[in-house]
């Protein structure tokens, strides 16, 4: 006998109402996508958890794949038994040998209230033929080197010995679709990530101004969408050409102004491309306080032009705790690369840290940004990536 099982545990979403089916319904359709690469694995859903049938195949990359799954607890390998007393006294002797240490604890739940033995019962039978059983192993409650988790549930009883974290949240899909504004710092992916694990799927945004911006800082770009894609599936990344609608700001509006109209208009694009994708929200890596566009004076000065909501994850946070994050994810090493986005290489010297929403106002309404608006959505390009995409380049540079 062997671990043949992972078995899934739910978190927050264990706590849904009525719409508790769809939710698992669509853990289960992710979980499935993030595991394409393993044909022989069957993915079941249950009310109080999901289990993976392994059916032969490598357990340690697919439990580095489930932790990358929002909606996902925690996660064990398990063998799955009937539930009988002796057949699971039998899989857990299996899993403890399986295991390396001197000491061991026996921990049992009994979610089944048929069964007719309770929990701490099943603890001492099972403690007991464990120690019956083997000459190197002592029972240690306190700190022992292995916990064997006996789950004993309506389906089957499941066997555990280590529980690994999931990443919770809710499964992405579940409640809408957001536009990631997406630049090439450390914020917008951490911020995007973080949105993600509300259960919301991405798209991305990305202004851009060749020739002052170059290829590799679009391709930083590309690369930080293809890290996003590791949580929440395929990506679509809107490219924006900004040239012309930069210098035409920073021609015609005051230097000081030039920021706020800049990200006014970085916005109004915005909404019109979700208004496009059946999109109800804008997603930012605005943080308070951190730059002349993130304070709140700029924000109501800069909001002003959509109704949209504008989700902020991170405007409270601390930037180490963004830096950590974005290391976490993968993304920190890409965020880094020296190569300027448009919000950096037009930044005026003293923008205003306190604009006010009737100046700024008076300052657009003589420029007429219609043609050239139109003109930036025309030409937008737009990009697909998926996880997939990653592993099949990774599969190939191993044959290399």
Not at 211 to 237: H, I, N
Request: charged share 30%; glycine share 6%.
């Amino acid at each position: 006998m062997t671990y043949d099982h992972i078995l899934v545990r739910y978190g927050e979403l264990a706590l849904k109402g009525k719409n508790r089916k769809s939710f698992m319904q669509i853990l289960k359709q992710n979980v499935e996508k993030k595991l394409a690469a393993y044909p022989d694995i069957k993915v079941k859903a249950r009310r109080d958890h999901m289990f993976i049938l392994l059916n032969g195949e490598d357990h340690e990359p697919i439990l580095e794949k489930c932790r990358d799954i929002f909606g996902i607890q925690s996660f064990s390998l398990a063998m799955k038994v009937e539930n009988e007393k002796e057949l699971i006294k039998d899989a857990a002797l299996e899993a403890l040998k399986l295991e390396d240490g001197r000491t061991f604890k026996v921990t049992c739940k009994r979610p089944n209230k048929d069964f007719p033995i309770g929990s701490q019962d099943m603890n001492q039978i099972l403690g007991g033929h464990l120690l019956s059983n083997t000459d190197d192993w002592s029972v240690d409650v306190h700190n022992p080197d292995v916990e064997l988790r006996v789950e004993i549930r309506h389906d089957a009883t499941y066997i555990t010995s280590k529980k690994i974290q999931g990443k919770g949240g809710l499964p992405v899909g579940t409640t809408g679709k957001t536009l990631l504004l997406l630049s090439g710092g450390i914020d917008s992916p951490v911020a995007g990530y973080l949105t993600m694990n509300r259960g919301v799927e991405i798209e991305a945004i990305h202004f851009h101004s060749p020739p002052f911006t170059s290829e590799r800082a679009k391709q930083k770009v590309e690369d930080l969408a293809k890290v996003l894609t590791k949580y929440g599936g395929d990506v679509k990344l809107h490219l924006v050409p900004f040239t012309e609608i930069q210098q035409k700001i920073f021609q015609e509006a005051p230097e000081n102004y030039g920021m706020t109209i800049m990200r006014r208009l970085m916005l109004r694009i915005s909404e019109m491309v979700a208004k496009q994708r059946d999109i109800l929200s804008i997603t930012t890596g605005e943080n308070l306080g951190q730059v002349a566009s993130q304070t709140m004076e700029s924000m109501h000065a800069i909001n002003e032009v959509t109704n949209y909501p504008i989700i902020r994850p991170l405007v409270a946070m601390d930037k180490i705790d963004i830096i950590d994050i974005s290391k976490d994810i993968g993304a920190y090493d890409i965020s880094i690369r020296p190569y300027e986005d448009c919000c950096t290489i037009f930044v005026p010297k003293s923008p205003k840290t306190k604009p006010r929403r009737d100046k700024v106002n008076e300052f657009e309404k003589p420029i007429d940004f219609s043609q050239d608006i139109e003109k930036a959505l025309n030409n937008m390009e737009t990009l697909t990536f998926s996880a997939l995409d990653d592993e099949k380049e990774e599969e190939f540079e191993d044959l290399l």
